[in-house]
């Protein structure tokens, strides 16, 4: 006699099958956006708050370059005159974005008290 496999099939009704749902897992963390006129500037800024968030143990992701935004401004030279000479001026707004995953209450209130350089501007929301 030689081992045969057998083929079961079962038929279940439709009510009876049920798909899993994967869960839901919510990440938090927090989204840093730093502007500044000066690339020195915010590179230092950044390098403090990463520092800031890698003591108490935090992932960072980034600092991430974002588009620098201009912004031009064009003005006579003179009131009366000469209306045709104008003067041309630029301001760069530099931007950096950084992600701090999974932050403590510690994480938060390190970077509430952090002393950041004037000129420096940043926007924090929790994503």
Same mark, same amino acid.
């Given at each position: 006699m +030689?081992?045969?496999t057998v083929k079961k099939? %079962?038929? %279940?009704?439709?009510?009876?099958?049920? %798909?899993?749902? !994967? &869960?839901?897992? +919510?990440?938090?963390?927090l989204r840093?956006?730093?502007?500044?006129y000066d690339t020195k500037l915010i590179d230092t800024s950044c390098r403090q708050i990463i520092e800031a968030a890698k003591k108490h143990e935090a992932? %960072?992701?980034?600092?991430? !370059?974002? !588009? +620098? &935004?201009?912004?031009?401004?064009?003005?006579n030279r003179s009131a009366f005159i000469d209306k045709n000479s104008r003067e041309q001026f630029e301001l760069r707004i530099h931007k950096r974005l950084i992600?701090?995953?999974? !932050? +403590? @209450? @510690?994480?938060?209130s390190s970077l509430s008290t952090l002393n950041l350089p004037?000129?420096?501007?940043? &926007?924090?929301?929790?994503v």
């Amino acid at each position: 006699m +030689t081992a045969a496999t057998v083929k079961k099939t %079962v038929k %279940v009704p439709a009510a009876a099958k049920t %798909v899993a749902k !994967p &869960e839901v897992v +919510t990440k938090e963390k927090l989204r840093l956006r730093i502007k500044a006129y000066d690339t020195k500037l915010i590179d230092t800024s950044c390098r403090q708050i990463i520092e800031a968030a890698k003591k108490h143990e935090a992932k %960072v992701v980034g600092p991430i !370059p974002l !588009p +620098t &935004e201009f912004k031009k401004f064009t003005v006579n030279r003179s009131a009366f005159i000469d209306k045709n000479s104008r003067e041309q001026f630029e301001l760069r707004i530099h931007k950096r974005l950084i992600d701090i995953l999974h !932050p +403590t @209450q @510690q994480i938060i209130s390190s970077l509430s008290t952090l002393n950041l350089p004037a000129g420096v501007d940043i &926007e924090i929301k929790m994503v």
